[in-house]
T-cell receptor
């Protein structure tokens, strides 16, 4: 159980394009999802907390207008990288919580974004 | 910024040997978690240890936590080639909102 599906797994697009990444909890409802960014051979950087039915909470230094997050249902959160540029190329990973306090997060398999 | 540091950054061992990875952090915590990541994939949860626990076991995994030193260790006994992956520790920085902050990770390579 507790499967999180992330789509697409790989995106290559031109500079200036906006890219939407979906994160779905397949067999449970997730009121809270998280978005991370990971550079090659580095750790996961928490970008934002996605809350169902309310605005996302962004970590310091993350541009909310650049990385739009929508969590319209209990099973879906989306991250849109707006007007993407080569420096936005990275591995983006989402995760979801069954409960908030003291529980493991369940991760999607990530999306590799390459901006040409 | 990242929460903590794992060491070593890279570890290379033979099958059957034990692998020990360490993690240090800087703030108070409610719990500390260890995750595994295969190359280019998402993370898989391994074990969660609460701040009032000192040691926890799960199969071939043993995790210790020393809150006075703000450090944790992950021991994998009798390692296998399939254990090759990156291992990360993560803490909640004392928050109850579910956010996790990850260390830099240890790249473990187990040679057959």
């Amino acid at each position: 159980g507790a499967v999180v599906s992330q789509h697409p797994s790989w995106v290559i697009c031109k500079s200036g394009t906006s890219v939407k990444i979906e994160c779905r909890s397949l067999d449970f409802q997730a009121t809270t999802m998280f978005w991370y960014r990971q550079f090659p051979k580095q750790s996961l950087m928490l970008m934002a907390t996605s809350n169902e039915g309310s605005k996302a909470t962004y970590e310091q230094g993350v541009e909310k207008d650049k990385f739009l997050i929508n969590h319209a249902s209990l099973t879906l959160s989306t991250l849109t990288v707006t007007s993407a540029h080569p420096e936005d190329s990275s591995f983006y990973i989402c995760s979801a919580l069954l409960q908030v306090v003291g529980q493991p997060q369940h991760f999607g398999d990530g999306t590799r974004l390459s901006i040409l | 910024s990242q929460q903590g540091e794992e060491d070593p950054q890279a570890l290379s061992i033979q099958e059957g040997e034990n692998a020990t990875m360490n993690c240090s952090y800087k703030t108070s915590i409610n719990n500390l978690q260890w995750y595994r990541q295969n190359s280019g994939r998402g993370l898989v949860h391994l074990i969660l240890i609460r701040s009032n626990e000192r040691e926890k076991h799960s199969g071939r995994l043993r995790v210790t936590l020393d809150t006075s030193k703000k450090s944790s260790s992950l021991l994998i006994t009798a390692s296998r080639a399939a254990d090759t992956a990156s291992y990360f520790c993560a803490t909640d920085r004392g928050s109850t909102l579910g956010r996790l902050y990850f260390g830099r990770g240890t790249q473990l390579t187990v040679w057959p």
